[in-house]
């Protein structure tokens, strides 16, 4: 049974980047994909309630005013939506850091 679940997480994963390169509606699939586990990810760091200690809090706010801090400087004037794409590209690692350890927290507090 083990090997089955297994098997279906290796074909999702294997269709979803064998299909990222492939555009739907002139969207890349690696967008989409990748946007939808952003919702994802936003939505579960919403949704969870959990009491991190000081030092977590402190690490997530540095996570995420380094990556704000990329924003701020002189050629976001100019290149605003080439600005905000690194942004957005930047921050899925402080939001998914964010997300394991909400889940971690979580969990604990079961």
């Known amino acids: ?3 089955i679940k297994y098997s279906v997480y290796f074909l999702i ?3 979803i980047f064998y299909l990222e390169p ?5 969207i890349k699939f690696a967008v989409i994909w990748k946007f939808v586990f952003f919702i994802i990810l936003l939505l579960n760091i919403f949704l969870i309630r959990t009491n991190v200690d000081y030092y977590t809090k402190k690490f997530l706010n540095l996570g995420y005013f380094l990556t704000f801090k990329g924003l701020v400087n002189f050629s976001s004037i100019t290149y605003f939506t080439a600005n905000t794409y690194l942004l957005l590209k930047s921050l ?3 939001l998914f850091l964010h997300y394991l350890l909400k889940k971690k927290y979580h969990l604990r507090s079961w």
Not at 22 to 26: A, R
């Open 22 to 26: 492939i555009y739907f509606f002139d």
């Open 13 to 15: 994963f294997f269709l």
């Open 92 to 94: 899925n690692l402080p």
């Open 1 to 3: 049974m083990k090997s």
